[in-house]
């Protein structure tokens, strides 16, 4: 498969202007590609049924005979998710920093942050002062508790269905806790060992009247579309308690992308020097079921299902959710980056390592092609007599990934959804809007 360099991040180490090594996959193209090669529905349907498909899937719980043609029982998979969840060692900094994946990491955890405060100013912006209360699905060991933390929110409740996972996660809320001192006033916290695609967690709730403000379902909701049982489960657990006006946010790998590097692929398998992913086949999509496996260097390989995202927006639309924005790891990248915090995180996180390295500092990886991009950036600041703040016109530095890294991490995409009020009236008027890409924070 070929090289794709399409997106990466190449960042001067001073503020100035984002620079990407090729231009961003178009939507279209995308789309033409899932059309053309699934998901298909199991029996019949080729790629250009998809979207009657997906508005069928929409009315499943109203038609027992779609529920027979569309719908794959599946769960069997479940406990071993789990078990792939709860066999996670707990890493020390020392040690993360040494993996392969470290800036890979570090991007991930970028964006999931700039994502929640994105999401945490604009329920400020709508109610000002009021408290707000967040669920968690999949909180896993309760890597986003210093976000909900910094986020200044009043009350959290962990979900996830590997229990070793959860009890961690209680585990660094009561040493967060416990630490107190300056900064952000703790808040208050339920833990909640369950099947977030099985059980009705609002049965677990401490308050039966619980309401929240926003949901994150921070890479795990494919995991749900092993059957629409379980997808529908996972929603209704999403969208079910939010208030209107609430949100509903998160990351999942991107159907489209999948799909279009197995298409390129010349087997089952696509990937690099770090992450690989196998389908069975790569003739027929089911909409759900549709299984593959995906692995990660230093990380256990672990079963993953695909979304394809028209279905997923119809699915939602039966519990309140609207669709606000729906962008690729490299186009919110792009416009997060060119806000103020954005670039100051990025820096602070160690999301992107410097090209060419400090000295006594190693890139990495060791394949020179994996910064290709990197080095063209550098030749332009170089013709420009720029250097960044770090470096000199002859010697500039730049942050980026390295392509392996880039490769693994674009498979992902970001997503906001909206509960809206029932309402008849589906004017564009009452549509919640986009971010401004050109919106600056303070």
Not at 11 to 22: I, S, T, Y
Not at 307 to 325: I, N, Q, S, T
Not at 328 to 338: C, D, I, L, P, S
Not at 382 to 401: F, I, Y
């Amino acid at each position: 498969m070929a090289e794709n360099t399409e997106g990466i991040p190449v960042v001067e180490e001073n503020p100035g202007k984002v620079e990407d090594a090729g231009p961003a996959v178009g939507e279209e193209i995308l789309k033409r590609t899932m059309e053309g090669a699934g998901p298909s529905g199991g029996g019949g349907g080729g790629g250009g049924n998809m979207k009657r498909k997906a508005e069928d899937a929409a009315t499943i719980s109203q038609d027992p005979d779609c529920t027979k043609r569309l719908r794959n029982e599946g769960g069997q998979l479940t406990p071993q998710v789990a078990q792939h969840y709860n066999r996670l060692e707990e890493k020390g900094l020392a040690v993360r920093s040494q993996s392969r994946i470290f800036h890979l990491r570090n991007f991930n955890n970028w964006i999931k942050s700039m994502l929640i405060a994105d999401t945490l100013r604009r329920l400020r912006s709508d109610s000002p002062g009021s408290r707000l209360c967040v669920l968690d699905l999949g909180v896993g060991k309760g890597g986003d508790l210093l976000k909900w933390k910094k986020g200044g929110i009043d009350h959290l409740v962990c979900a996830d269905l590997a229990e070793t996972s959860v009890q961690q996660c209680e585990e660094r809320y009561r040493s967060m806790a416990g630490r107190g001192g300056r900064g952000p006033r703790i808040f208050t916290a339920e833990f909640i060992a369950a099947d977030c695609a099985k059980e009705d967690l609002s049965r677990r709730y401490h308050d039966p009247n619980t309401t929240f403000d926003l949901v994150s379902c921070q890479f795990v909701l494919h995991y749900s579309f092993e059957s629409h049982a379980q997808a529908d489960r996972m929603l209704r657990n999403a969208g079910e308690r939010l208030r209107p006006g609430g949100f509903f946010i998160g990351t999942t790998p991107d159907g489209y992308e999948l799909v279009r590097r197995l298409k390129a692929s010349e087997g089952l398998s696509f990937g690099n020097s770090i992450y690989s992913i196998t389908f069975g086949q790569k003739d027929e999509f089911p909409l759900f079921g549709c299984q593959y496996n995906f692995h990660l260097e230093g990380v256990v390989d672990c079963p993953e299902f695909l979304v394809y995202f028209p279905l997923l927006e119809k699915m939602a639309e039966k519990y309140g959710l609207r669709l606000v924005y729906k962008q690729t790891f490299a186009e919110f990248f792009e416009q997060q980056v060119t806000r103020g915090e954005g670039r100051s995180l990025l820096e602070r996180m160690k999301a992107l390592e410097t090209y060419p390295p400090h000295e006594g500092q190693e890139l990495a990886s060791s394949d020179p092609g994996d910064y290709a991009h990197a080095r063209a950036r550098l030749e332009e600041l170089k013709s420009k007599g720029e250097g960044g703040d770090r470096g000199t016109p002859e010697h500039p530095r730049v942050g980026t990934l390295s392509l392996a890294e880039w490769e693994a991490t674009s498979v992902y995409l970001v997503y906001c959804f909206q509960k809206v009020a029932e309402s008849k009236d589906d004017s564009s008027a009452n549509r919640p809007q986009p971010p401004e890409t050109s919106q600056t924070s303070q």
